[in-house]
C-alpha cells in the first residue's frame, strides 16, 4: 500500500492518524524503523525532554502490522508566560514494524521509558534491542502469546482448548428466578467428558 506520509515512505502503510483531523496541538511524524533512533535522538535534543508515553497499535491486516507510538513533550526552557505554559509543544511519532522486527530501545534517552518498553513487549511481543530488562511486568512469566494482539484467543489460549457449556437460551428463564447452582454442575460434567475423550 502506498503511504498516505507526506513526503511518503517507500514501502509504507496507509497512516490512520493522517488520515484523521490534525490535531491543534501535535505534530504527527512517521519514521522508518531504521531512522527511529536519530530521529528521537534530533527531537530530544531539540527540547522534546519528557516522553509522555509509549505504545504500539496492533493493525492485523496491514503490512506493516505494529505501529509503535511515541509521544514527546517540549516545555519552555525558562520562565514563560501563563498563555504559553498551557500550550507546550508535542510530537507523536509512529515507527511500523513487522512481527519479529526489533526496534532500538530508547531508555537511555527516557528513563521513563523502561516500564513503557516493557509493557509494549510483554502485551504485544515487540523486542526492543538494547533495553537493560526486559521482561514481562504484567503477565506472569510463564505466559504464552501476547494478549493485546488481534489475533489473540478471546479467553487465552489455555481456556480456549476447554470447552462451553451448550447452556440453553436465556430467554427461557423468567426474570428473578432465583440461580438453580446447576450450571456450575453443568460446566463440571461438560469439562470432565471433554477430559475424557
Known amino acids: 500500500m502506498p503511504s498516505t506520509q507526506n513526503p511518503p515512505i ?3 502503510a496507509v497512516d490512520p492518524p493522517s488520515v484523521r483531523p490534525a490535531l491543534d496541538d501535535a505534530a504527527i511524524e512517521r519514521v ?3 531512522e527511529l533512533r536519530a530521529r528521537l535522538e534530533a527531537l530530544k535534543s531539540d527540547g522534546y525532554a519528557m ?7 496492533d493493525y492485523l491486516s ?3 502490522r505494529f505501529d509503535v507510538v511515541y ?3 517540549k516545555l519552555a526552557p525558562k520562565p514563560a508566560p501563563v498563555a504559553e505554559v498551557g500550550r507546550p509543544a508535542r510530537v507523536r511519532v509512529l515507527c511500523g514494524i513487522d512481527e519479529g522486527d526489533r526496534l532500538p530501545s530508547v531508555m537511555d534517552l527516557w528513563k ?4 513503557a518498553e516493557r509493557e509494549v513487549f510483554d502485551l504485544f511481543g515487540i523486542v526492543f534491542e538494547g533495553h537493560i530488562d526486559l521482561r514481562r511486568i504484567q503477565m506472569p512469566h510463564d505466559w504464552v502469546g501476547y494478549p493485546l494482539r488481534k489475533d489473540y484467543p478471546m479467553r487465552g489460549p489455555a481456556r480456549e482448548r476447554s470447552p462451553r457449556p451448550a447452556f440453553a437460551g ?3 428463564v423468567v426474570a428473578g428466578t432465583p440461580p438453580s447452582g446447576r450450571t456450575f454442575e453443568a460446566l463440571q460434567e461438560e469439562v470432565k467428558r471433554a477430559r475424557e475423550s
Do not use: E, Q, T
Open 10 to 12: 517507500a514501502g509504507a
Open 32 to 34: 522508518a524503523p531504521a
Open 51 to 57: 516522553l509522555l508515553d509509549l505504545g504500539a497499535v
Open 62 to 64: 496491514r503490512k506493516p
Open 71 to 73: 509521544h514527546l513533550l
Open 112 to 115: 521513563s521509558a523502561d516500564w
Open 170 to 172: 436465556k430467554s427461557n
